[in-house]
């Protein structure tokens, strides 16, 4: 029997991606003021975005009910018995523990493996989608969490911010604490290294920190896959596909959007290269 | 919305243990915050061996109501508190058990006063309280516990709910009332370890196992932003000495007067206690000179004598795993007050005062070096004049130096910019030399004596401009002067200019110069920085 993918829907993957792969998505909540929203389901990335900039509560973000992922397993073990699921890093949400103690909630028998993708994004997304594949070639869940682990340390992502405040006020700023307080105004640059937040660099201008994530693209000596994805800027990241097209097929690289759940810790003006693949 | 009205001892003992439970998940978050009043990094812990203690004996109550739920557990604090934080914690389950007194059961009210109580006893027992510690926040939190009591809705819940909103708001803000943390870029660790308590407590009411169960307590965000800088080991060389603790106990002993006689003795002392068992917590170079007074009032009893340099050394390392670039440090010489904020907000970790007119000795630059815990240091001379001087620095120390050989300010902050947290020392250093060419500077002074420079014929009191080095324009304004320079400089290419303002210009001229070049060039960033540097009356970077 096909084992089964699951993962959160701070990965970003395309709706059309998680279709063609049979992905199941879990998503985290966010809520704005008493409102509650199914990330990416109840609130289109739009709306959230809109709604970002013109509320005055600030949203927060929770994890999905024990509930939501006894379902989505139960639902799976209809048809099969093995379920593996890939959920954001645990330094960052605790997703990871309620997949891995709603396993205790499921009403139907089903060997269900939970793994700490150290990291979000579509880079999350990448090693998702890896084993979604390798899953429907044949291989079974112990194949699979090889694959898994060897692929987190092979994707990576840089994102540029216009501000930190949005990590910051989140509680999630990790090692990145060090760029705050700058005098001078300062584009940071982040990444998550071992799944916590990590400074990148900075740089004095927007372009200056898109040429950062152009660079860090180049680095690589060989990609499999490679993701563009912003918050509220489309045509920045429109133009960074263009100029990436020299390094990578412009039609594999995949076009997404940050989830709301990602956008309340970021904020409206981030721009993200993600890639998998080796680096140097 | 959920209210409770009153619990008995049984719910106040589950609801702290419930806390106990939340406050160990982040144990080693509060470790890592802990820089007052000496960066051992243990405050997490002596908190939370404090709290197993207070609910340890909690379960020996006689019955189980509030009141004697609440004496057990201030016995247990006592008996088992350990470190600063942890004496003071006992401190405020003393207080609780005061305002518990004779009751079966507590409502919101009853809380509040004992709360009042705790804030009074936590600070009764030390000779020097400071704020913007676990004192400010257990203060600020009986006082908001006090308002909402007097209010309609004064069930446990609300009043809980207000004193936890209170403790973060106090957290947030110890930054700003302790240079200490300010300076290490923290917000204090036993003002987070009590609110974590609280906030625990807060969930066990509301009926919200599955949080305590699932979730993890959020270390709380300073209200002022604030640079991650490591404790500077080597500016402090006074030794911390040793941590000691005891219990001692005898008959009719005054808490007060032995706080008096060891006063003198080491720092951060807490004597807390009755007449028949104290608690006492010193920090002091002669801990045996301390053991030697108090058993001569009683027996003592739990002593523990902990080094505290070691500690400090452990605390190191520590935060050098938790920090980006730890082994790497920056040593940058720069003047104005105003230049060197800029300089420190980037993450330099030691400003050596010095520049044009004043410059630097290597001895100055050695012992900013020697200053840092960082083993690699690279070293932003910022000034043709002191490169030179800064390269000597490598044969005087077993550390390992680069000297980036930036020859202006501006070349200085496109190197820190440069700075890859990635990259290994040798790598930073040569992309550090590379940025060299992102940036053009500018700078603008007075003439102090007439010269020919140039082919310029310059007066004394002139203002005459620099681009990179070179004089390129003389003027009676140094905003004209500015203008000059500038025209000579390609601006459709550039992408930000930063204007640093010296300690002898106004920031209304500056704005003039800046707002007429946005003007001019619309595509432009323009930022205006006051530098509060001597001699030059402007330093510009165009990058």
């Known amino acids: 029997m096909t084992v089964k993918i699951v993962t959160d829907s701070v990965a970003d993957l395309p709706l059309q991606v998680v279709k063609e792969l049979g992905i199941t998505v879990v998503p985290l909540n966010v809520r704005f003021g008493e409102k509650v929203y199914r990330d990416g389901i109840d609130l289109t990335t739009d709306e959230f975005y809109d709604k970002l900039a013109r509320s005055k509560v600030f949203p927060v973000t929770s994890v999905p009910s024990p509930a939501a992922f006894a379902e989505a397993y139960d639902k799976l073990a209809k048809e099969t018995d093995e379920i593996l699921a890939i959920i954001v890093s645990s330094k960052l949400s605790g997703t990871y523990d309620v997949a891995v103690q709603s396993i205790g909630l499921m009403k139907r028998k089903c060997r269900v493996e939970v793994i700490d993708s150290q990291t979000a994004t579509m880079a999350q997304g990448f090693i998702v989608m890896a084993a979604a594949k390798a899953a429907r070639a044949g291989a079974n869940l112990d194949e699979l969490e090889a694959i898994v682990r060897r692929n987190i340390s092979r994707v990576d992502f840089r994102a540029a911010f216009d501000t930190l405040e949005y990590l910051r006020r989140g509680g999630r700023i990790g090692r990145a604490q060090a760029f705050l307080g700058s005098v001078l105004k300062v584009n940071p640059i982040i990444t998550l290294k071992d799944g916590v937040v990590e400074p990148a660099g900075r740089t004095r201008s927007r372009a200056k920190a898109i040429d950062h994530l152009y660079n860090f693209a180049l680095s690589y000596s060989n990609i499999e896959e490679m993701a563009v994805e912003d918050t509220a800027t489309p045509e920045e990241a429109e133009a960074l596909v263009e100029r990436l097209s020299s390094k990578f097929p412009k039609e594999r690289i995949y076009r997404s959007r940050m989830t709301p759940a990602i956008g309340t810790h970021t904020g409206p003006r981030l721009l993200l290269v993600a890639v998998q693949g080796d680096r140097g | 919305m959920k209210q409770i009205d009153s619990i008995n001892g049984q719910d106040l003992r589950e609801m702290f243990a419930a806390a106990t439970t939340w406050l160990e998940k982040s144990v080693s978050d509060i470790d890592a915050l802990n820089v007052f009043p000496v960066p051992d990094g243990d405050t997490g812990t002596n908190m939370l061996l404090t709290m197993r203690s207070t609910i340890e004996e909690a379960y020996r109550a006689p019955d189980r109501s509030a009141s004697a739920v609440a004496q057990a557990m201030a016995k247990g604090a006592l008996m088992g508190a350990r470190g600063n934080s942890g004496v003071i914690l006992s401190q405020i389950w003393r207080g609780l058990a005061q305002g518990f007194v004779g009751k079966g059961s507590l409502t919101g009210s009853d809380l509040a006063d004992a709360l009042q109580q705790s804030s009074t006893m936590a600070y009764k027992g030390l000779s020097n309280p400071v704020e913007g510690t676990i004192l400010t926040v ?406």
């Open chain 2, 138 to 543: 257990v203060r600020e939190a009986a006082a908001a516990a006090q308002a909402q009591a007097s209010n309609d809705r004064n069930d446990l819940i609300s009043v809980m709910e207000a004193t936890v909103r209170a403790a973060k708001e106090s957290v947030a803000n110890t930054p700003t009332l302790l240079p200490v943390l300010r300076e290490a870029g923290v917000i204090d660790a036993g003002g987070q370890g009590l609110y974590t308590i609280m906030e625990g407590a807060l969930h066990y009411l509301k009926g919200e196992t599955e949080q305590i169960q699932l979730r993890k307590p959020m270390m709380i965000a300073s209200s002022v932003p604030l640079p991650v800088r490591l404790p500077q080991m080597a500016v402090s060389e006074v030794p911390y000495g040793y941590c000691t603790e005891f219990i001692l106990k005898g008959e009719e002993l005054d808490p007060d007067k032995i706080r008096l006689r060891l006063d003198k003795k080491g720092e951060s002392l807490i004597v807390v206690g009755d007449e028949s068992t104290v608690r006492v917590h010193i920090h002091t170079l002669d801990p045996g000179n301390v053991i030697h007074y108090v058993t001569s009032l009683g027996t003592t009893h739990k002593v523990s004598i902990r080094n505290m340099d070691e500690q400090l050394h452990d605390f190191v390392e520590m935060q050098k795993e938790r920090l980006p670039a730890a082994d790497m440090a920056i040593v940058a010489v720069v003047s104005g007050d105003g230049l060197a904020d800029v300089f420190r907000s980037l993450g330099v970790a030691a400003i050596v005062p010095g520049g044009q007119t004043m410059n630097p000795s290597t001895k100055d630059l050695l012992l900013a070096v020697e200053s840092v815990v960082s083993d690699k240091v690279i070293i932003l001379p910022n000034n043709k004049n002191v490169v030179l001087t800064a390269q000597q620095v490598q044969s005087l120390t077993t550390k390992s130096i680069e000297v980036v050989p930036a020859e202006t300010i501006p070349q200085g902050i496109a190197a820190l910019l440069a700075f890859d947290y990635e990259a290994d020392f040798e790598t930073n250093a040569r992309i550090m030399k590379e940025s060299k060419s992102n940036v053009k500077t500018i700078e603008i002074t007075r003439a102090v004596r007439p010269v020919r420079l140039g082919g310029l014929d310059i007066k004394r009191k002139q203002a005459i401009g620099f681009l990179d080095g070179d004089l390129v324009a003389v003027s009676e304004s140094t905003t004209d002067a500015l203008n000059r320079v500038l025209a000579r400089v390609n601006l459709d290419e550039a992408e930000v200019i930063t204007i640093y303002y010296g300690a002898d210009t106004e920031l209304p001229e500056a704005e003039k110069v800046s707002a007429s070049l946005r003007e001019q060039y619309p595509q432009l960033q323009v930022e205006v920085v006051r530098g509060g540097q001597p001699h030059y009356n402007y330093i510009v970077s165009v990058e």
